[in-house]
């Protein structure tokens, strides 16, 4: 019987150093590992000046390089050294990634399924060859500088933007109040200051969300999550009305919560002297988007999909980033008296985890303003080969936006739209903030190459739906894999499948990683 595997591709953040060097070490020179690594390496120093090798084994803090083939040398400096930094991690994870893949032993069930996590997704079409090895390095060290140059930095080189990963399970919400918490923080800061605050990426239904934002936002969100805090709050509340009125021990979306979330929600916006005016309103927007994000029509997945897309109406007013600023964290205390409120709300907690290395908000609306050059990019580096996209036929690819496999049948053309003209969750000032608006592709594109272009445009500012993906991967009502295999340097992928299982009430699946397979075969 032939095994059906799901081979997952990881994401920025994943890269460590000397990563590959084991295989580099074991494996001969003749291998294919090693011939797809010094293959990579000879094309990035002849066209960016810099080594791959010097890049991954000392993590440099200051490296020379060309931007591109024509342009001077530069050198370029990162305390936190330079292989997280993303136009060169991005090289150096999509060189790994695709020298791993290729060293692998195919058999009769190599062609199952793929997806890739974020730039995951790139690695795994220059696995397949839709895209060639040195196409695809071109891609992503030019995806690296153009997401860069969409964010400000002080003086000191420090972005305003922090990324937290949410666990709404640990904090006794449910996902879809999760939800409705980041649009009620989002609106009322934006009508009176540029600030941001989005999901990013659903990894794991229920347990794991990846929220962008700046300080302010985040600060709020962090307090209101807290379970202590809000049973502070209760007990506060209640002894100012005289009220036996005690705080639940989960959240729930019954319409007679609303009114006491509402109160929360007051409470915190006022600790940073944010008007609260908003909330007169607020209440009725908390009960229509409650009832969208949890009502059940046609299937409950589908519900939730349709709710996570949608944003409370708000204007939008085209000065606003003229006029109102993002503050950068040293400004919290002593520009808004924020002091200990602040600083509380943004520190590490078992449901409110700051990722390391986390200045950039990845597929946020800040990143709007680079979609268009990059889909010129892509047209660029795609392959124009038609034979190239036959593969699509044979195999199961999962673009990122989707959660499904790409097609070309309608239900597929429409799920595309969708996806297409989606806003994140939070996102309710990307317009007037980048000066470009979102791409909108009203009619679906036919061939693979264009659904291809239009979907990975999109998704540079547009959230990872990877909660979709694993379902599709781990439900014997859909993919039905045997076997999952993360192609990605440090294991990732795993407790993600758990849990999502878990979710879903059904069987985990163990997911083997490829390193270390090919490692044992040795």
Known sequence: MVKRIAYLFSGQGTQSKDMGAKLLRSLPRASKFSQTWDDAREYLHDSYSFDLNYLVKENPCVLKYRRT?????????????????????????????????????????????FAGHSLG?????????????????????????????????????????????VNPARCEISESLFLTIVEAISKPLMEQRAELLEITCYNVQNYQYVVSGSDVPLAILGKILDPGWRRKYFQVDSSSQNSSQKEPSAFDEQSDRIHEFVGIVRHALSEVDVSLDHMQRMEIEFHDMMEQATSVSGSPKRAKRQGRHQCMSVPRNPELDNEKKILFTETLEHDMGLGSFA??????????????????????????????????????????SDDAYKILDKVDFIPNLLGHPLRKDSSVHESIITSLTMENIGETWSKCRSGYPPLNHSVPPMQYKEMLISLLSKHLSAAVQWSETLSHVIHPSKAACDEIVEV???????????QQAKTENIPPKEVRNLEEIILGNI
């Open 69 to 113: 083939p024509n342009d001077p040398l530069e050198t370029k400096r990162c305390s936190n050294g330079l292989l997280n930094f993303t136009p060169f991690t991005q090289a150096a994870l999509l060189t790994y990634h695709v020298a791993l893949y290729n060293q692998m032993e195919r058999g009769a069930g190599a062609y199952g399924l």
């Open 343 to 384: 600083m509380d709300g943004l520190k590490k907690k078992p449901w409110f985890f700051p990722v390391q290395h986390g200045d950039i908000p990845f597929h946020s609306s800040i990143l709007n303003k680079a979609t268009h050059e990059w889909e010129e990019v892509l047209q660029q580096k795609l392959s124009s």
């Open 488 to 498: 990605s340097p440090t294991p990732l992928f795993g407790r993600m499948v758990s």
């Open 121 to 165: 997704e790139i690695s795994s079409l220059a696995a397949l060859g839709m895209i060639s090895l040195h196409d695809a390095l071109d891609c992503v060290f030019k995806r690296g500088w153009l997401i860069n140059s969409c964010v400000s930095r002080n003086f000191k080189g420090i972005s305003p933007f922090k990324t937290i990963v």
